[in-house]
C-alpha cells in the first residue's frame, strides 16, 4: 500500500466469520450446491464456512495467483480443478465457487472459464471485478486495499489527533 490515497480496510476475524455467514444465507435459496470450489488461498476460509453452513460435502480447490503481496502481477493457474469436480459440473451439478474478494475481476474470469455454468461468490467485490460474480457481500471502493485478518497483527494505534494518548 505504497500510495498515500489508497484506503484501507482491515477486516477482523470476527467480522470476516460474520461476513462468510452472511454471503451462506445469501446463498442458501440458490442452492442446495453440490459442491464448492475455493479460490485458494482467500477463498479458503469463507469456502469452508459457507460449506458448513449450507452443508456442502465436496469441498475443491483451485490454486490461482495474480498478486504478489500488494503488486498486482500476471495470472498463474498453481492447482487445477480436479476433473471429478469438473465432471460433476459438466453433469448439471450445482457447483459454486467461493473466494475472499474480487477485485479487477482477472481471477475471476479465469476460474469462470474452468467452470462456465458455476455460482461465483465473494465476500466482498470492487466496482471493476464486481460484474464477473453472482453474489457478494460488501462493495468497497476500487482504490480500498483490504487487510484480511490473516494479513494482520494487533498492534499500537496512535491517536487521529496526533497526540500520544
Do not use: C
Amino acid at each position: 500500500m505504497s500510495d498515500p490515497n489508497q484506503k484501507s480496510f482491515p477486516v477482523t476475524w470476527d467480522q470476516f466469520h460474520r461476513d462468510s455467514r452472511a454471503l451462506a444465507w445469501r446463498l442458501a435459496p440458490l442452492g442446495p450446491f453440490d459442491a464448492v470450489v475455493a479460490i485458494a488461498r482467500g477463498g479458503l476460509v469463507p469456502a469452508a464456512i459457507v460449506a458448513r453452513e449450507l452443508n456442502i460435502r465436496t469441498v475443491e480447490t483451485v490454486s490461482v495467483k495474480s498478486y504478489d503481496h500488494q503488486n498486482k502481477g500476471g495470472i498463474k493457474v498453481l492447482k487445477e480443478i480436479s476433473q471429478p469436480v469438473l465432471d460433476l459440473a459438466k453433469s448439471g451439478a450445482k457447483v459454486l465457487i467461493v473466494d475472499d474478494l474480487v477485485d479487477t475481476g482477472a481471477t475471476a474470469r479465469v476460474v469462470r472459464d474452468m467452470l462456465p455454468g458455476a455460482h461465483f461468490a465473494t465476500v466482498y467485490a470492487k466496482p471493476k471485478g464486481n460484474e464477473m460474480v453472482d453474489t457478494f457481500i460488501t462493495e468497497v471502493s476500487q482504490d480500498t486495499w483490504i487487510f484480511f485478518p490473516w494479513d494482520l497483527d494487533v498492534a499500537y494505534v496512535a491517536p487521529i489527533s496526533g497526540g500520544t494518548d
